[in-house]
């Protein structure tokens, strides 16, 4: 836990107090973003903020996680020890994270608003995916546990939903391809919901939140203390230091929200969206509640259903469309909202589903526990 508070005050005070350096960094090398012509005219004003600062959201969060475990390991006499399964979060993190940097770079660097390619970008993250879809069934610890399992999870692993059925080579094969299902869906999905000051970071403060209380309550209810009920203990590996983790990126979020919030001083590009998507997939597949993923970052999933069913829609009916404009935050925007009032209300609604996930989460346990 010490470990945890340290890690959480290092990244927010980089964020906060780091943030102003850096911002001035971008204006003197002039990245600034680009806005969509088709977009609402009001964010032609945002035409010039800096952009990319994800970079130093990335950068807390990982010099914070080393420092935190390495300052606490020299005071304890224990020596320095990540665990397993907070590298492999950090690397997808990281990973996506610099997908996105080498998207905002193009679109600094072409003075346009389109970066990376569709199919580009697909294969750059597809690659990441498989890289720590495969090292995330290595690593057992002293239980034989991986910081991944061959079981589609939802409050837990489910024992009859095995993907190793036939064996473990195809289920290693299946597990990579669900994998990469999941870290693409959650980082285009983070990626899709950035575009209003503020929302993509807030929301994604709710999401870690409850990820942090999902890694705390595994770590608690660990089937390997002995002293809780087996039926409702949770084979998990290293849930506290993945509990970590989501508060330093709490941490990091909330200072980088100081200075994202309207009028944004600095926006945190696709370095920022897809790092923190990536993370989010790195929590569900970690903490195995993969399948409850679509609820507690219900905000996220409803921001992509918005973009494939006007995609959709559009190319079906030769030219219509559901929406004023996708994604769903900029319809909103359309229709005469004020941009606080749409972030504020998405806001809400991101609690809301982070609130119904962890309710379903804890309503498990307490089914298990009778």
């Known amino acids: ?122 294969i750059l ?98 089937c390997s203390r002995g002293r809780v009920i087996e039926a409702a203990c949770y084979q998990t590996r290293d849930p506290m230091d993945l509990a970590t983790i989501a508060a330093i990126l709490c941490g990091s979020l909330v200072g980088f929200l100081w200075w994202n919030a309207s009028p944004a001083k600095i926006f945190m590009g696709d370095t920022g969206s897809l790092a923190l998507g990536g993370a989010v997939a790195g929590f569900a597949i970690l903490t195995r509640t993969e399948l409850m993923l679509p609820i507690i970052a219900g905000l996220f999933v409803l921001i992509t259903l918005s973009v494939i069913i006007q995609v959709g829609y559009f190319k079906l009916s030769g030219g219509k469309r559901v929406f004023k404009m996708a994604p769903l935050q900029h319809h909103f925007e359309l229709m005469g909202w004020a941009e606080v009032t749409v972030v504020i209300r998405f806001w809400i609604l991101a609690g809301l589903f982070v609130a119904v996930g962890l309710g379903i989460f804890y309503f498990d346990w307490v089914v298990k526990l009778s």
């Open 1 to 122: 836990m010490i470990t945890l508070l340290m890690g959480t005050a290092m990244s927010l005070l980089i964020t906060l107090i780091g943030m102003r350096y850096f911002i001035a960094f971008l204006v003197r090398k002039s990245y600034g973003q680009f806005v969509r012509d088709d977009g609402p005219q009001e964010h032609h004003t945002k035409r010039g903020t800096p952009t990319m600062g994800g970079a130093l959201i990335v950068l807390s969060v990982i010099f914070s996680y080393f420092a935190s475990h390495l300052i606490v390991g020299l005071v304890r006499g224990t020596g320095f020890h990540p665990t397993a399964s907070g590298m492999l979060l950090l690397f997808l993190m990281a990973g996506m994270g610099f997908v996105g940097f080498i998207d905002d770079y193009k679109k600094i660097s072409n003075q346009r608003s389109l970066g990376l390619s569709p199919r580009g970008k697909i």
């Open 125 to 222: 993250q597809t690659g990441i995916g498989v890289v720590f879809a495969l090292l995330a069934l290595q690593f057992p610890n002293g239980s034989g546990l991986t910081p991944a399992s061959f079981h589609i999870s939802f409050q837990r692993d489910i024992p009859w939903l095995n993907l190793a059925f036939a064996g473990t080579l195809l289920g290693t094969v299946l597990f990579v391809i669900w994998s990469n299902l999941i870290v693409t869906a959650a980082s285009n999905g983070v990626n899709l919901t950035d575009g209003l000051d503020g929302l993509a970071g807030g929301a994604a403060i709710m999401v870690f939140s409850a990820y942090l209380l999902i890694g705390i309550w595994q770590s608690n209810q660990a």
